[in-house]
């Protein structure tokens, strides 16, 4: 199967408009899954309890047709129970493979800051290689494989921050706010006559496409080109916030691959053949968002990460 740029703008509002069978207002939070899908990213959420940050991924799991998967994040939780693990057969005399939940297209995370370090490094290589080591033998995940993590800003008790080495791992950090007013209310029309648990496929949310669908798109992205002073403008992006005063921590050059990769898959989405400026703009504050730690200095000030990365896009010359 091969597709077109038009064919991927074509799937994409395709599978927009399934979600938003379920999902009401989050338009942007789609646009940035399908952004990460097709680069092969993947996605942290934050937000508080309520604003269907779970609901949402069964959504997107459901119109794009793929294995769902899904981890509670507990502080009692170990890698085996992500994973896996071989267990012995008394009937054959052999060790058996009992594959964990990670073995799906798309695994949500659950509350992913609840569980210890140690357990959140059992998902470190899967993000990376997209490939699990047991008892030291390698076993591939799906091509298409993808982590949707939750975690709520709230509460700060029985939480452990995510290590930077597993913060760099996620593409995106997304923020999921409240609903606009006008949005809650058809919430509330839609959901308040209903009792039980909420599935996207009651509300007629079915799959549009496949693996080999997604896997035809991503291959798509081959036919969008990124010149030359539109990849210079990324590594100046990203090399400034290294120099600046405020930031202790920088952005890494896999940060600029990955703001890269993702330009090229939002000028997919709208069936354009080339990166503009504009595409590293917009996505510059969710890729760097948590990749950047403030100097004592500045968090003393109240500075922003969101505002401060506003400002290097804003100070760095863009290409005309």
């Given at each position: ?244 005063a405020e930031l202790t921590v920088g952005a890494s050059p896999r940060a600029a691959v990955l703001l890269a990769s993702a330009a090229r898959a939002r000028a997919a989405l709208e069936g354009r053949g080339y990166v503009i400026p504009d595409d590293v703009k917009a996505l510059a504050v969710p890729v760097l968002r ?31």
């Open positions: 199967m091969t597709m077109t740029l038009d064919d991927v703008r074509n799937l994409t509002g395709a599978i927009r408009a399934e979600i938003a069978k379920a999902i009401v207002g989050q338009e942007a939070m789609v646009d940035m899954l399908l952004v990460a899908m097709l680069s092969e990213g993947h996605v942290l959420l934050e937000g508080p309890p309520g604003t269907a940050k779970t609901f949402l991924a069964q959504s997107f799991a459901t119109a794009l047709g793929l294995d769902f998967g899904r981890i509670q994040f507990t502080p009692d939780l170990l890698p085996g129970d992500i994973l896996g693990s071989n267990l012995f057969n008394f009937q054959t005399s052999q060790f058996t493979l009992t594959r964990g939940p990670i073995f799906c297209d798309l695994l949500l995370a659950d509350e992913i800051n609840r569980t210890p370090p140690k357990t959140q490094a059992a998902l470190l290589e899967a993000m990376q290689e997209r490939r699990v080591t047991l008892d030291g033998e390698t076993h591939q995940l799906p091509d298409r494989f993808m982590v949707v993590a939750t975690q709520n800003p709230i509460e700060n008790q029985g939480v452990y921050p995510l290590p930077e080495a597993q913060l760099d791992r996620f593409l995106f950090k997304l923020l999921v706010p409240y609903p606009a007013e006008d949005e809650e209310a058809r919430i509330v029309a839609t959901y308040g006559k209903r009792s039980g648990p909420q599935r996207p496929a009651d509300l007629g949310v079915s799959a549009v496409t496949n693996a080999a669908g997604i896997a035809a798109a991503t291959e798509a992205l081959d036919q969008v080109t990124v010149a030359e002073d539109i990849t210079r403008y990324v590594v100046r992006l990203i090399r400034a916030t290294r120099d600046h948590h990749r950047l730690t403030l100097s004592p200095a500045a968090e003393i000030e109240g500075r922003d990460i969101e505002a401060l990365v506003a400002e290097l896009v804003d100070a760095t010359e863009a290409p005309r």
